[in-house]
């Protein structure tokens, strides 16, 4: 069993998450930015370490906002939310920020592989459809 943290980092006057999109052998998918917690760290921590190596982003951990848990593929997964005007871009060796893309709210439920409902739930809360 992983445990995984994930942070949506979201745009909202462009109405926009910011995802990562990754390939391993001849499979390409998307997540939210992220990755698994070891039994001695913070959830929290883990997804501001991942922020700033994954995509140059700072971000404090008291702008991140705890979602929700569930389960993926028996793993128990933690989702927090942050605003992206409440990041810092950090341009350092290293990251791979090339990977990250911007996905309208309404497409999110096309580009992930895998929707949880609290993620769901949270971007139905939020989005006005026409």
């Known amino acids: 069993m992983r445990t995984r943290a994930a942070v949506l980092i979201v745009d909202e006057k462009a109405r926009q998450v910011l995802l990562i999109s990754s390939v391993t052998g001849d499979h390409k998918y998307t997540v939210i930015p992220g990755g698994s917690v070891a039994a001695n760290q913070d959830a929290r921590t883990v997804v501001v370490e991942r922020v700033q190596t994954e995509l140059g982003l700072d971000i404090a951990q008291d702008a991140i906002d705890w979602l929700g ?13 942050t605003s992206y005007a409440k990041t810092t871009p950090r341009l350092t060796p290293g990251t791979c920020a090339q990977a990250a893309h911007w996905v309208s709210f309404n497409e999110l439920e096309h580009t992930l592989d895998y929707l949880p409902a609290v993620v769901d739930a949270f971007f139905q809360s939020i989005v006005v459809l026409p």
């Open 69 to 81: 848990e569930f389960d993926y593929q028996g793993n128990p997964q933690i989702c927090f939310v």
